[in-house]
């Protein structure tokens, strides 16, 4: 699995964070920060969830 975001289309809402901790961050003004983009198969799950629920569709995965 290959991640991307898209800084600029954050809202900061931070639900990716709440889910996927080991994966993503974010900046002091909210916007997400991208830890791992290629994460472990453990955290997969939980990426996808990230990836469905985020508001602003800032997250990109590729599948492989
Ligand atoms: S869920 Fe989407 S909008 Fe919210 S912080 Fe993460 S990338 Fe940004």
Do not use: K, W
């Amino acid at each position: 699995m290959r991640v991307e975001v898209d800084q600029p289309r954050c809202v900061a809402s931070g639900q990716c964070v709440l889910l996927a901790p080991e994966v993503f961050d974010q900046d002091d003004d909210g916007i997400v920060e991208l830890l791992e983009s290629d994460p472990e198969p453990r955290h997969h799950d939980d990426v996808r969830e990230s990836a469905a629920v985020c508001p602003a569709a800032a997250i990109r995965l590729t599948e492989r």
